[in-house]
């Protein structure tokens, strides 16, 4: 391997200094010229979820939650076991921020007797417009900090309804957005910043291939574990991490436990965060220490309860990115076609 294809990054970087709010900006100048699904990105799972309340109306992105006269009958007591196991973080868009968060998972679904388009995860959460401006204020603060926003999932909305939901993107953040970028060969931080670039949009739907600032779906896999155990969740961590990712594409590691309704049957007096996430985020925070970011290394990592031991997961993911050494585009470049 030609020496060149190597760059030194500074190692000083204090691990419990939590400067999280300007990560990107504070990344060692040489990692500003790595393609961006290169860098270790922190990132949370039904990322908007403390906007839920016990109170919350029940959303429709559970057909068999939504439709159920049981559920609707003993709706004070179900929605407040709803909420134990729908809630999956603490921390509100702005705390996220400020924590180091730059990918967000959103579902959104719209509310019939009002029309508007809501967060939901189980419940009904706050408005998308609101989450929108949040994340306006704290761009135009931290010029040099660049979100994604993966809208995941989007219920109950016809043609009109997505047209409203880009409308508010265009309105409120269009001048940050970037546009879809096939190569990502020179998709780095310092290429954005030039062009003023902040805010890169998945969309998981049809409708994304009319809009050319709507990055489709198949630009960042995004597998499912889809599993209680914690044993398994690592095992297919790991299986991610070791397998070859298709050149040139994001990659989103979830880090995610998920219940299914026998297992919230046996554990009713229990909640999400007790009963599985504190501990899976323990072995999350021990399966990072020997990882690396790279081409064939982590891209994003999302969680529930980002806030878990003073955020001590997404300090852990910017971390990996002052590991040394870090490749160049040089041998970026060579990635694409050999496995390194």
Request: charged content about 20%; glycine content about 4%; proline content about 6%.
């Amino acid at each position: 391997m030609d020496s060149n294809d190597l760059v030194e990054v500074d190692l000083q970087f204090d691990k419990n200094k939590k400067c999280l709010d300007r990560w990107m900006e504070n990344l060692p100048e040489e990692a500003h010229s790595l393609p961006l699904h290169c860098l270790a990105i922190p990132g949370s799972h039904d990322s908007l979820s403390s906007s839920l309340t016990p109170h919350s109306d029940i959303a429709p992105d559970d057909p068999e939650l939504y439709n159920s006269l049981f559920i609707r009958a003993t709706s004070c007591l179900s929605k407040r076991i709803i909420y134990n196991w729908s809630c999956t973080q603490a921390y509100d868009c702005k705390q996220q921020l400020e924590a180091g968060i730059r990918y967000f998972d959103l579902r959104v679904a719209k509310r019939p007797d009002d029309g508007l388009l809501y967060i939901v995860h189980g419940l009904y959460g706050t408005d998308t417009k609101n989450v929108l401006e949040t994340m306006l204020e704290f761009l135009e603060t931290h010029p040099k900090e660049v979100i994604l926003l993966d809208f995941q999932h989007l219920y109950e909305m016809n043609h009109f309804d997505h047209h409203k939901l880009l409308h508010q993107l265009m309105d409120v953040l269009g001048h940050m957005m970037c546009p879809y970028v096939a190569d990502l060969t020179e998709f780095t931080l310092s290429w954005l910043w030039k062009r003023g670039f902040q805010v890169i949009v998945f969309y998981r739907d049809p409708v994304a291939q009319y809009h050319p600032f709507l990055w489709p779906a198949e630009s960042i896999p995004n597998p499912w574990p889809n599993t209680r155990s914690i044993k398994n969740l690592l095992a297919f961590l790991t299986g991610g991490y070791e397998k070859r990712r298709e050149a040139g594409k994001f990659f989103v590691s979830q880090s995610v436990l998920t219940p299914n309704l026998l297992y919230i049957m046996r554990n009713l007096l229990g909640n999400l965060r007790s009963v599985l996430v504190n501990e899976s985020n323990r072995q999350l925070l021990k399966w990072l220490e020997d990882k690396h970011p790279g081409p064939h290394g982590l891209n994003i990592i999302i969680c529930d309860f980002i806030d878990y031991n003073d955020c001590a997961i997404p300090q852990s993911i910017v971390n990996l990115n002052h590991k040394s050494p870090i490749m160049s585009n040089n041998q970026l470049r060579k990635s694409r076609y050999e496995v390194i």
